[in-house]
C-alpha cells in the first residue's frame, strides 16, 4: 500500500534504500580489492533514478546480498599478514603506509632475532620482506633458519647492496623474489601479490592432493587386510612386479595405488592403463606412443603410456583382456625395458615399475591359449591377492561408515547413520559386487533416504533378506506333486538366501537333515558356488537376484 507517497517519491524512496547497502560496502570492498560490481550498481541505479520500480528494488537488494556472502563465504575478509624486517625506521614506516592502505595488515621488526620471534608467534602469516644487512643476524641467516622448518611464510627479500651473488643465494634458500632499494611502490605490490598468489596455488595444490589421496584410501582392519599392508608395505620399496588378483571391486586398483604411494618411486607418475576399454587397433600406440603420420589419423606425436610412467609405476589393469599381440609387446618391454613407437625404428629405454590386476583365472585362460604364458611369469612375480567382501565381513561396519561420511561431504549432505539391524542385513548379504557395490547401495540410500538414520526397512529387498516365498500360479500346474515341488523348490531357496546360502546353517533353520537338503538341491538344480546360489537346472522357477553366475559384475554395470 502506498497511498502517502506519490509515484515519484517512492520510487526515490526504493532507490535510496537500494544503494544504501551500496554505498556502505563500496569502501570496504575496495579496500580488499573484491572487484567492486557494487559501483557498477550503484550507477546503474543512479542511472535510473527516475524510473526504479520495485522490480529493479528487489533485483538490486538481491545484488547487494549475493555480493555480500560471497565476500565474507571467499574469506576476502581475512586481511593478509605481512611482515616487513628493516632495521631503517623510515623503510618500515613508508612500508607500513603503502601496505595498509593496500588492505594488509602489517608487522614489522628491526632485526633478525625479532623477526624470528614475530614469525613463531603471528598465527597466520602469509609473507614476509626480509633486508639482507640487519645488526646481528643477517637476513641471508633469517632465511636459513626458516629454511629449516616445516612450515614458514614465503620471503621476498630487500637489500640496498644487491649484488648478483646475494641474490642467487637467498633463492637458494628459498626465497621467493629479490628487491632492491630505492623500493618503488608497484614492484613491491607486485611482487607481494604475486608472492601470496603462489602460496595460495601451492595450498590448493596440497588440499587437492589430500583430498585425492583421501579417495584412495585403503580400509580395513579384518586379518587378511592387515596381512595385505604387510605385503604391501614390504613389497613397495623393491621393483617387484606384482600381479594383483581377485573379484571385480574389491579394490585392486586401491592396491596398485597403495604400493606406489608407498614406493620410492610415489613423486612419480602412476599411469593406470584400462588394457580392456583401448580398442585392440589403438592399444599399441596407447601403450608406446607413436610418431606424426604412423597412420592414417596420427597428425601428432603421442606419447605412450609406459614414457608417461618413466621413473614412476604403470597399472595395467584388466591385463587378461589384452590381445595376444599386444601381449607380446609388453613382454617386450618387460624383458628389455625397451619401447618402440608405432611408426619409428628407433628403441627407446624406460625405468618403469609394472603392476598388473586381473579378475580373471590366468591359468584357465593359458589352457584355452587366450593369454601367454611367458607373460604370466614376466608379470606374477608377486602375487597379491584382493580379498572378496564376504571374506571380510567385519569390516562392512566400518567401511558403511567411511562411505557415509565420505558420501556426506562430496554431496554436502548431513551426516547420516546406518541403525544396527540395517548393518546386520548389510554384513549377512553375499555382495557379488564388493566393495563398489556396497559403495553404490550406500549412496543411493544417503541420497533418497530422508531423516537422519537408514533403518533395516530402507534397504533393498534382497538384503534386507526379507524375501517373499512366491507361490506358484495354480493355473499352469498340473498335479498336486508339481505343484509341491515348486512351492518346496521356492522355500529352500528363499531360506538359503536368508542363511547366507549356507547348507548346513540352512538345514538347521528348516529342520531337515544336511543329507537331505543336498538331496533337494541336486533335485532342483541348485549350485552355490563361492558363498552365492545359482539355479542351472532347466525349471519353472526362474533364478531372481541374487543367484545370477558369481562371475556377473557390480552393480554399476562395470
Ligand atoms: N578397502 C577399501 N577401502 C575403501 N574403498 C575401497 C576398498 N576397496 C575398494 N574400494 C572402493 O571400491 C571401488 C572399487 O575398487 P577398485 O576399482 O579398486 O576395484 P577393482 O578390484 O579394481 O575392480 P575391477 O576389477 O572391477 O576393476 C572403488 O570406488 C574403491 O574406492
Ligand atoms: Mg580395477
Known amino acids: 500500500m502506498l497511498p502517502l507517497l506519490s509515484k515519484q517519491s517512492y520510487q526515490l524512496r526504493l532507490l535510496e534504500m537500494a544503494s544504501l547497502p551500496c554505498r556502505f560496502l563500496t569502501p570496504v570492498l575496495k579496500q580488499s580489492s573484491v572487484p567492486t560490481s557494487l559501483v557498477s550498481l550503484e550507477r546503474r541505479l543512479m542511472k535510473a533514478k527516475s524510473s526504479i520500480s520495485l522490480q529493479t528494488f528487489l533485483i538490486a537488494s538481491i545484488e547487494v546480498l549475493g ?29 607500513k603506509m603503502i601496505l595498509e592502505y593496500e588492505g594488509y595488515q602489517f608487522y614489522e621488526a628491526a632485526d633478525g632475532e625479532q623477526a624470528l620471534n614475530t614469525i613463531e608467534e603471528t598465527v597466520g602469516l602469509d609473507l614476509v620482506l626480509l633486508d639482507v644487512k640487519l645488526p646481528g643476524m643477517s637476513g641471508l641467516e633469517v632465511l636459513g633458519e626458516l629454511d629449516k622448518k616445516p612450515y614458514s611464510p614465503e620471503v621476498i627479500m630487500i637489500s640496498g647492496h644487491g649484488t648478483v651473488q646475494t641474490a642467487v643465494e637467498a633463492t637458494k634458500l628459498g626465497a621467493f623474489d629479490f628487491l632492491e632499494k630505492p623500493l618503488h611502490r608497484e614492484r613491491v605490490l607486485i611482487s607481494i601479490r604475486n608472492a601470496l598468489n603462489q602460496t595460495k596455488l601451492l595450498n590448493e595444490c596440497k588440499d587437492l592432493r589430500k583430498k585425492a589421496n583421501k579417495r584412495y584410501e585403503l580400509i580395513g582392519n579384518h586379518p587378511s587386510m592387515k596381512q595385505l599392508w604387510n605385503e604391501i608395505l614390504k613389497l613397495a620399496p623393491t621393483n617387484a612386479t606384482i600381479l594383483i588378483f581377485g573379484e571385480s571391486g574389491t579394490g585392486k586398483e586401491l592396491i596398485a595405488r597403495a604400493i606406489h604411494s608407498h614406493s620410492l618411486r610415489a613423486k612419480d607418475p602412476f599411469i593406470q592403463v584400462n588394457c580392456a576399454a583401448i580398442p585392440e587397433e589403438l592399444i599399441e600406440s596407447e601403450l608406446f606412443g607413436h610418431v606424426k603420420g604412423a597412420f592414417t589419423g596420427a597428425t601428432e606425436k603421442k ?111 548431513k551426516l547420516k547413520n546406518f541403525s544396527a539391524d540395517a548393518v546386520q542385513a548389510m554384513m549377512k548379504y553375499p555382495w557379488k559386487g564388493n566393495i563398489r557395490q556396497l559403495k553404490n547401495v550406500i549412496e543411493r540410500l544417503i541420497v533418497s533416504i530422508d531423516g537422519n538414520t537408514i533403518e533395516r526397512k530402507h534397504l533393498p529387498e534382497e538384503i534386507r533378506g526379507e524375501i517373499r516365498i512366491y507361490l506358484p500360479d495354480a493355473k499352469g500346474i498340473k498335479n498336486l506333486k508339481e505343484f509341491r515341488d515348486l512351492a518346496e523348490k521356492e522355500f529352500i531357496l528363499s531360506k538359503l538366501r536368508e542363511n547366507n546360502w549356507n547348507i548346513s546353517q540352512t538345514a538347521r533353520a528348516i529342520d531337515t537333515p544336511r543329507s537331505n537338503l543336498y538331496k533337494k538341491l541336486e533335485q532342483y538344480g541348485i549350485k552355490i558356488k563361492a558363498g552365492v546360489g545359482e539355479v542351472v537346472a532347466p525349471s519353472s522357477t526362474q533364478s531372481r537376484e541374487g543367484e545370477e553366475s558369481p562371475n556377473s559384475k557390480g552393480q554399476d554395470g562395470r
Open 67 to 95: 555480493w555480500v556472502v560471497y565476500h565474507f563465504s571467499m574469506g576476502k575478509h581475512r586481511k593478509e599478514k605481512i611482515l616487513v624486517v628493516d632495521d631503517e625506521e623510515t623503510i618500515r614506516k613508508s612500508l
Open 303 to 413: 606419447l605412450g603410456k609406459f614414457e608417461l610412467a618413466d621413473g614412476g609405476t604403470i597399472f595395467l589393469d584388466e591385463v587378461g583382456d589384452m590381445s595376444l599381440k599386444t601381449q607380446a609387446k609388453v613382454l617386450r618391454v618387460l624383458e628389455e625395458g625397451e619401447v618402440q613407437k608405432v611408426g619409428s625404428s628407433k628403441i627407446g629405454k624406460v625405468d618403469v615399475r609394472v603392476i598388473a590386476a586381473t579378475n580373471k583365472d590366468l591359468e584357465k585362460e593359458i589352457q584355452e591359449n587366450y593369454f601367454r604364458e611367458d607373460l604370466y611369469f614376466r608379470l606374477n612375480v608377486v602375487p597379491l591377492y584382493s580379498p572378496a567382501l564376504r571374506e571380510k565381513k567385519e569390516d562392512i561396519p566400518l567401511l558403511i561408515e567411511y562411505f557415509s561420511q565420505l558420501i556426506a561431504a562430496d554431496n554436502n549432505f
